[in-house]
């Protein structure tokens, strides 16, 4: 059995070491157009974790908190729909906001963010430190209408950089026209759902053999 509290999960003698070492995240793709990120800092990290995010999901509302921003950050904030608030952090800034990241290099001020996120029930994550995230932000591939996420369950960025890479790589160029092929044969296909699904499992069995 597994208890949690607010800072740490004991993990009892009750699960074994295969259970308690697996990945128990729940992926998910968000639609950040309809959602409200706050980044709390405007350092490195700051700027690398807004590069990725837009990378992945341009049309992302954005607001950015700190005293200062890089200049790297400015041009990059002017590029999507990413406002800059040259400020220190308080919990005002979270009025509004579905999802919270903060990148400060003042361990109290990121742990007073996860405590104001927390107080009002909103997605947290603080970077670099795992037992301060709701969610990760992992290594993510996308090809047109593709989108492959991939964690390592916060243990290795790097692992994930690199199986990106891989990954990037391997996927076809045009796996989004063949995408958008069967999304048009789906919609010729007469039946019910069942039918439906078995004639596209027949009809798309090929792309896995080897």
């Known amino acids: 059995m597994i208890a ?11 699960v074994s070491p295969s259970e308690a070492e697996r990945n128990n995240l729940y992926p998910i793709f968000l639609k950040t157009k309809n959602l409200n990120v706050l980044i709390v800092g405007g350092g ?21 908190v700190s005293p200062i921003f890089r200049d790297g950050t400015v041009a990059l904030a002017n590029k999507g729909d990413v406002t800059l608030i040259k400020d220190a952090y308080n919990k005002s800034y979270l009025k509004g906001k579905h999802i919270v990241v903060a990148t400060t290099d003042i361990p109290e001020v990121n742990v007073e963010v996860w405590k104001d996120c ?15 995230c709701d969610f990760y932000m992992g290594g993510i591939v996308t090809k047109g209408h593709v989108k492959v996420a991939i964690s390592t369950n916060g243990k290795s960025p790097t692992t994930a950089k690199r199986l990106r890479q891989f990954f990037e790589d391997v996927i076809p160029e045009n796996i989004d026209d063949l995408v958008k092929n069967l999304n048009e044969y789906r919609k010729t296909i007469k039946g019910d759902f069942e039918e439906k699904v078995e004639k596209l499992n027949e009809f798309t069995k090929g792309l896995i053999e080897k």
């Open 118 to 132: 927390r107080a009002e029930a909103k997605l947290v994550n603080v970077a670099d430190n795992p037992p301060y």
């Open 44 to 64: 490195f990290v700051a700027e690398e974790k807004l590069t990725f995010l837009l990378k992945s999901s341009p049309d992302a509302h954005v607001t950015m």
């Open 4 to 14: 949690k509290d607010d800072d740490k999960i004991n993990i009892s003698n009750s």
